[in-house]
């Protein structure tokens, strides 16, 4: 699984969630991955980075500071490896929490999970259908803001993004 945390100048809660994110993948027992999407970070987010970035499964990748949050979120996405890609936000703390239930819930024949409030959000991000059934994408299709109140997404789905972009 992926995890895509996009942030501009969140060091200190980064140095706090980075050790809470990684007990919680490792407990969850998949195989996993951390992505920090740096939006031009000027509070040591960068040397913070530097030095999780030497631990396995941590990545960081830094961006122009002018990249707006669904730009981070997109790169994170089109970078992630992971069968599940799980967007999080630095500013809720208890986000790793959730991880462990969102995985449990996670249906990849489905293509994404979202929660019950944001269904109608998912069918726009994916054109209203799965991506499965998409044979051709747009090709001027990127990532909708909608897209950003997603908790976790399936593999076929973050093929069809990229295929899409």
Known sequence: MSCVLPCRDKARTLAMLLPILSDTLTECGYPWEVIVVDCGSVDGTDSLMSSWGELPGFRHLPMD???????????????????????????????????????????????????????????RCAGGTTPAAHETARPDMHLPPECMALSLLDRRLVDWLAQAG
């Open 65 to 123: 500071g002018s990249a707006r949050l669904e730009s981070a979120f997109e790169a994170g996405i089109l970078a992630a490896r992971g069968d599940a890609v799980i967007l999080l936000d630095p500013a809720l703390p208890h986000s790793p929490e959730l991880i462990p239930a969102m995985l449990q819930q996670w249906n990849p024949m489905r293509g994404w999970f979202t929660r019950p409030a944001l269904a109608a959000a998912a069918a």
